[in-house]
């Protein structure tokens, strides 16, 4: 009777007792277990429509470099990517690997980059002495449905950006700005939605909230780091996008027999190929909602046009106004929990997810990285395992339908679907439960 007590107790302690450290022998074993597990499911047939589009790339990247590549194809997806389908590409062509092999060495990047993302959750545990909490939670990450379909099985990327952007806020944490810099600029060159959590930005500048004890010295060293922050951005945008770069339609408009007016015009040009991509890509599927189980499915948007009016105002505007509200929310936060690293990450869950819910044009992938914000979160208040748990159920149904009825050759949810509705319904409530969280964060406490 005591050695069952006894190992009651140790199974407790080894849960609940967050200060007390992973052994190694623990760590590389649950390690390799994990990976494992993610190679075997990494064997399951992707998406073909994505799939077949990424092994194009790849191989011609390959074959031909970047010069050319987005005027030949029309490639939706920013430069960053690009690159390591091109490495992808390079070891397919040299080892000859037949299309199932080459498809399974593309979805690689984003299963270690969601293996980083789960040693990022351990790390960011340690930190705040709850190293064993962390190494559960990095494990249930590696292992959530919702993480690998998307990359595993699906075949896409969207964990890329979400890891740079955790690390993003990890290197705020220990005081590393510029590090953080460059996380958040490879990031939006991966993928520009990344630029959602651009309001994360205030933290740069969180030392010139304590009004109480601001000086001059503080106030130039923020100037000093802006101007390093904006070189250190503009260096990364400038590497990543050079060898893929083109003239467009701006520059042949702007362009002129003066060298002066001419070099204006390219620089300018320059620094709107980015932007320009990414609007032109929008535009390929304008709808209230595209296969993505949000507020718009519940609302008759799949797939309407995001121009059509929708009680007095269009979808795209009411989705515009109901954002905004978001970003607002979720700047007072961070405003007022400005020393709080648990705000930093349960804001940039909540700015993704409600990205996803009210914005138009939204694809079913997109809410995935909300997933790893809020793994994040449980370090801090175990109860929002409750709501990581139907975030991670609703993530999972949207890629399992999308991707189960393409074996179908139906690309396109019906409106009103039945299986979309009652998952749409949980996000909202998911993104309800955030907005009210927050709400009640922000408000002053109830004097007794």
Same mark, same amino acid.
């Given at each position: 009777?005591?050695?069952?007590?006894?190992?009651?107790?140790?199974?407790?302690?080894?849960?609940?007792?967050?200060?007390?450290?992973?052994?190694?022998?623990?760590?590389?074993?649950?390690?390799?277990?994990?990976?494992?597990?993610?190679?075997?499911?990494?064997?399951?047939?992707?998406?073909?429509?994505?799939?077949?589009?990424?092994?194009?790339?790849?191989?011609?990247?390959?074959?031909?470099?970047?010069?050319?590549?987005?005027?030949?194809?029309?490639?939706?997806?920013?430069?960053?990517?690009?690159?390591?389908?091109?490495?992808?590409?390079?070891?397919?062509?040299?080892?000859?690997?037949?299309?199932?092999?080459?498809?399974?060495?593309?979805?690689?990047?984003?299963?270690?980059?969601?293996?980083?993302?789960?040693?990022?959750?351990?790390?960011?545990?340690?930190?705040?002495?709850?190293?064993?909490?962390?190494?559960?939670?990095?494990?249930?990450?590696?292992?959530?449905?919702?993480?690998?379909?998307?990359?595993?099985?699906?075949?896409?990327?969207?964990?890329?950006?979400?890891?740079?952007?955790?690390?993003?806020?990890?290197?705020?944490?220990?005081?590393?700005?510029?590090?953080?810099?460059?996380?958040?600029?490879?990031?939006?060159?991966?993928?520009?939605?990344?630029?959602?959590?651009?309001?994360?930005?205030?933290?740069?500048?969180?030392?010139?909230?304590?009004?109480?004890?601001?000086?001059?010295? @503080?106030?130039? %060293? /923020?100037?000093?780091?802006?101007?390093? &922050?904006?070189?250190?951005? $503009? #260096?990364?945008? +400038?590497?990543? *996008?050079?060898?893929?770069?083109?003239?467009?339609?701006?520059?042949?408009?702007?362009?002129?027999?003066?060298?002066?007016?001419?070099?204006?015009?390219?620089?300018?040009?320059?620094?709107?190929?980015?932007?320009?991509?990414?609007?032109?890509?929008?535009?390929?599927?304008?709808?209230?909602?595209?296969?993505?189980?949000?507020?718009?499915?519940?609302?008759?948007?799949?797939?309407?046009?995001?121009?059509?009016?929708?009680?007095?105002?269009?979808?795209?505007?009411?989705?515009?106004?109901?954002?905004?509200?978001?970003?607002?929310?979720?700047?007072?936060?961070?405003? @007022?929990?400005? %020393? /709080?690293?648990?705000?930093?990450?349960? &804001?940039?869950?909540?700015? $993704? #997810?409600?990205? +996803?819910?009210? *914005?138009?044009?939204?694809?079913?992938?997109?809410?995935?990285?909300?997933?790893?914000?809020?793994?994040?979160?449980?370090?801090?208040?175990?109860?929002?395992?409750?709501?990581?748990?139907?975030?991670?159920?609703?993530?999972?149904?949207?890629?399992?339908?999308?991707?189960?009825?393409?074996?179908?050759?139906?690309?396109?949810?019906?409106?009103?679907?039945?299986?979309?509705?009652?998952?749409?319904?949980?996000?909202?409530?998911?993104?309800?439960?955030?907005?009210?969280?927050?709400?009640?964060?922000?408000?002053?406490?109830?004097?007794?």
């Amino acid at each position: 009777m005591d050695n069952v007590n006894t190992m009651s107790t140790n199974k407790k302690s080894w849960f609940f007792e967050d200060g007390k450290p992973v052994s190694r022998n623990m760590f590389i074993i649950t390690g390799t277990v994990v990976i494992l597990i993610r190679l075997l499911l990494t064997t399951i047939p992707s998406y073909q429509v994505d799939m077949g589009g990424y092994r194009a790339w790849s191989l011609y990247l390959a074959e031909n470099g970047p010069v050319g590549f987005y005027e030949r194809y029309h490639v939706v997806y920013a430069p960053a990517y690009m690159y390591l389908l091109w490495i992808t590409g390079i070891i397919a062509k040299a080892f000859s690997v037949n299309a199932s092999t080459h498809a399974f060495l593309i979805k690689l990047w984003a299963v270690a980059s969601e293996l980083v993302g789960a040693y990022l959750i351990y790390k960011i545990g340690k930190k705040y002495k709850k190293e064993r909490l962390g190494f559960i939670l990095g494990v249930v990450y590696a292992l959530n449905p919702g993480v690998f379909f998307n990359s595993s099985i699906w075949g896409q990327f969207d964990s890329i950006p979400a890891t740079l952007l955790v690390g993003m806020i990890y290197a705020f944490s220990v005081n590393r700005k510029m590090t953080a810099v460059v996380l958040y600029a490879i990031a939006v060159l991966t993928k520009p939605q990344s630029a959602l959590l651009t309001p994360l930005g205030i933290l740069f500048y969180k030392e010139l909230f304590d009004f109480s004890n601001i000086t001059k010295e @503080k106030i130039v %060293k /923020s100037i000093k780091e802006t101007l390093v &922050a904006i070189c250190v951005g $503009l #260096s990364c945008y +400038f590497i990543v *996008i050079y060898p893929f770069y083109y003239h467009t339609d701006l520059y042949e408009r702007m362009k002129s027999t003066s060298v002066v007016k001419d070099f204006i015009a390219e620089s300018i040009d320059y620094f709107w190929w980015m932007p320009n991509l990414y609007l032109t890509s929008v535009e390929d599927y304008p709808y209230a909602t595209a296969n993505a189980f949000n507020l718009w499915t519940l609302l008759g948007g799949q797939p309407v046009k995001d121009s059509n009016i929708f009680f007095i105002l269009s979808y795209k505007t009411w989705g515009t106004i109901l954002f905004l509200i978001c970003i607002g929310i979720a700047f007072a936060y961070l405003l @007022k929990k400005r %020393k /709080s690293d648990f705000a930093m990450y349960f &804001a940039s869950f909540f700015i $993704l #997810s409600s990205a +996803f819910t009210f *914005i138009t044009r939204m694809h079913e992938r997109y809410l995935l990285p909300a997933i790893i914000f809020l793994t994040i979160c449980v370090l801090w208040e175990k109860w929002m395992a409750i709501p990581l748990t139907v975030l991670s159920v609703c993530v999972t149904a949207n890629h399992w339908y999308i991707y189960d009825l393409s074996w179908k050759d139906v690309f396109w949810l019906r409106n009103y679907d039945p299986v979309a509705m009652p998952f749409a319904f949980l996000t909202v409530l998911v993104v309800l439960f955030g907005a009210g969280f927050i709400i009640k964060q922000i408000l002053p406490a109830k004097k007794n």
